[in-house]
C-alpha cells in the first residue's frame, strides 16, 4: 500500500512540476537560426506582436499578418519557436530570451 501511494505521489509530483507555461504571452523571442530577414527579436506583449490561433500579427502595422508558427521544441531545456513567414514561406528559428 505505501508502495502505491509513494509511486502516485511522484508521479503526480512528476507530472505537475514538468508541466510549463507553453503561451507565448509577455514573452522575449531572439532568431537564433541561418535564416535572416524576418524581425531579429519578437517581442509578443500589447504593443508589438500577438498570437491569435497560429498567426503571428504586428501591431505597429495595423494588426497584419506576418508569419505562422510552424512549432515550438524544447532543446536542451529551451524553447525554440519556429516559425514561417508569410511572405516568402521560409522558416525561421527563434530561442527563448
Known amino acids: 500500500m505505501r508502495l502505491k501511494f509513494l509511486l502516485t505521489f511522484l508521479g503526480l509530483s512528476f507530472f505537475l512540476f514538468s508541466c510549463k507555461n507553453k503561451s507565448l504571452t509577455n ?8 535564416n535572416s530577414g524576418l524581425q531579429d527579436i519578437l517581442v509578443f506583449n500589447d504593443t508589438h506582436n500577438f498570437v491569435r490561433n497560429d498567426t503571428i500579427y504586428s501591431r505597429p502595422v495595423i494588426d497584419s499578418a506576418i508569419a505562422v508558427i510552424n512549432r515550438i521544441e524544447t532543446y536542451y531545456g529551451e524553447r525554440r519557436l519556429y516559425v514561417k513567414r508569410l511572405s516568402d514561406q521560409k522558416i525561421y528559428r527563434f530561442c527563448e530570451q
Open 27 to 34: 514573452s522575449i523571442w531572439k532568431n537564433c537560426g541561418d
